[in-house]
């Protein structure tokens, strides 16, 4: 039997550590997100998991201009008021 480590164990071990940071980075990132003190308005991607909705159906909202949105930089906001409007209008209909 070769007691010799395999060529490809030295990437799989790096590839396995580099996969875990990223995994625990992404949960700190999250983690820090939902204990943000809460913002007069929500990304996208923020108000879509408010809603209950994907993204792309929030951004199809937006454009319908069934959703109120503004527009800061290279952000769009939902603005929280937005948010009431849109369900408040869904129940109605």
Do not use: C, N, W, Y
Not at 66 to 91: C, H, M, N, Y
């Amino acid at each position: 039997m070769d007691d010799r480590p395999h060529p490809l164990d030295a990437f799989v071990d790096v590839l396995a550590q580099r996969v875990a940071d990223e995994v625990l980075a992404r949960l700190a990132d999250r983690e820090v997100r939902e204990t943000t003190p809460s913002a007069s308005a929500l990304r996208m991607d923020e108000a879509a998991d408010r809603l209950g909705l994907s993204e792309r159906e929030v951004q199809r909202q937006v454009l319908k201009g069934t959703l109120r949105s503004v527009k800061v930089g290279r952000v769009r906001l939902i603005p929280l008021s937005a948010l009431d409007e849109f369900l408040d209008a869904q129940r109605a209909s």
